[in-house]
């Protein structure tokens, strides 16, 4: 049985990588790539597509938005994403699976096979499969290593031991790293939840910085302390978080 796929997301490179791995089978019809949801609703009703790998986070309407504009039957869906936050909802939309980038390529076969099987077993308990993949997402290392960059044409990776702090900016986070500077969409409450917290600190409602780039505190006003990194940046700390910070340095 062939199956018949379309591709749904907004980076140029993680659609190549999908059609790539697609292309290894011989038994799936790639029909197109679409870059935004209101693209993909078109491409969907007139192509009729067996499952569609579908990132979350795109401009405007994202996944979940799009999903809920489509006709049942809906295609079978597989999600790509670089957050596993989703996860839950994911399979409350009876996903067939969930692959988080950067996307491994046995796990994509995997997921291909689970398509397959779904198309021979629709009727299959979802009860059952959203157990089993949750279980499966609980497994795998929740500590953030590395930030999952997206700029026009490419998308990159930072380390994040080595990056310096992190800025609030709105529903964005602004990652400062050496010279660099670079914005991910992702909140600071999502951020600090994935960060290792022995390494990294929040010091303000708006930064959370990396201990092992501090370098000293200058005391300011009534009990105040300013956060000094290695690289001369000068960041306010708040009175709220000095508890955190004590217990990352030592007392001060």
């Known amino acids: 049985m062939t199956l018949r796929a379309l591709i749904v997301d907004d980076e140029p490179l993680a659609r190549q990588r999908i059609v790539d791995l697609l292309g290894e089978d011989e038994a ?8 935004d949801a209101t693209e993909a609703l078109e491409a969907i009703a007139r192509l009729a597509p067996d499952v569609v790998f579908l990132d979350i986070q795109m401009p405007g309407m994202d996944g979940f938005e799009l999903l809920s504009l489509l006709d049942d039957p809906r295609p079978m869906v597989v999600f790509t994403t670089a957050f596993d936050t989703y996860a839950v909802r994911a399979f409350d939309e009876h996903a067939v699976d969930y692959l988080l980038k950067p996307i491994d390529a046995d ?9 397959r099987e779904s198309v021979l077993h629709p009727r299959e308990d979802w009860t059952v499969r959203v157990r089993e993949l949750l279980a499966r997402l609980d497994r795998q290392p929740k500590t953030l290593r ?37 914005l991910i969409r992702m909140t600071m409450q999502a951020l600090e939840e994935r960060l290792e917290p022995r390494a990294f600190v929040r010091v303000h409602r708006s930064t959370i910085v990396n201990v092992a780039r501090v370098a000293e505190l200058q005391a300011t006003f009534h009990g105040e302390y300013d956060v000094v990194l290695r690289n001369g940046t000068k ?18």
């Open 28 to 35: 799936v019809q790639v029909l197109g790539e679409c870059e």
């Open 235 to 252: 960041l306010g700390m708040q009175r709220a978080y000095h508890d955190r910070l004590r217990a990352a340095l030592g007392d001060f």
């Open 146 to 182: 590395r930030i999952v960059v997206k700029e026009p044409g490419r998308v990159f990776f930072v380390d994040t031991r080595d990056v310096d702090w992190f800025e609030a900016a709105g529903n964005y986070v602004r990652v400062h790293a050496g010279e660099d500077s670079h």
């Open 107 to 115: 796990r994509f076969r995997t997921a291909l096979a689970r398509v």
